[in-house]
């Protein structure tokens, strides 16, 4: 059994091999008053999670040791389970790629408005 690590290739680093994905069609709504017509695919139009590349843009998010810990449990399950490394980055980069495009899509109805009301 060999102890070397194996690394992706230039091309998986770089975007070349990343799988293309796929979205339900966008829906266009109205809101507010009829002089302004505002469509949700404004907020994030033709979005998709960048994947394994160099990121120039950094944000710090602090999070609790559980969700720390649920983050890391995830990354292990999709290796464990699925055959799929990806980091905490890729992760979270993937969530959020999910979550915008399900508001986009849901709007009112979304995970994410739903979640926010419910904190409140």
Do not use: C
């Not at 890391?72 to 980091?87: F, K, W, Y």
């Amino acid at each position: 059994m060999s102890r070397r690590v194996s690394l992706p290739g230039a091309s998986e680093l770089f975007g070349g091999a990343a799988p293309k994905q796929t979205r339900p069609e966008k829906r266009t709504t109205t809101d507010g008053p009829s002089t302004g017509v505002r469509s949700r695919t404004a907020v994030v139009d033709d979005r998709k999670s960048s994947g394994r590349i160099r990121h120039d843009t950094k944000i710090t998010v602090y999070v609790t040791e559980e969700e720390l810990l649920g983050l890391e449990q995830t990354r292990l399950a999709l290796r464990a389970e699925h055959g799929l490394t990806a980091d905490r980055g890729r992760i979270v980069r993937e969530a959020i790629d999910v979550l915008l495009a399900d508001f986009v899509d849901h709007g009112p109805d979304s995970v994410l408005v739903r979640r926010l009301k419910a904190s409140e």
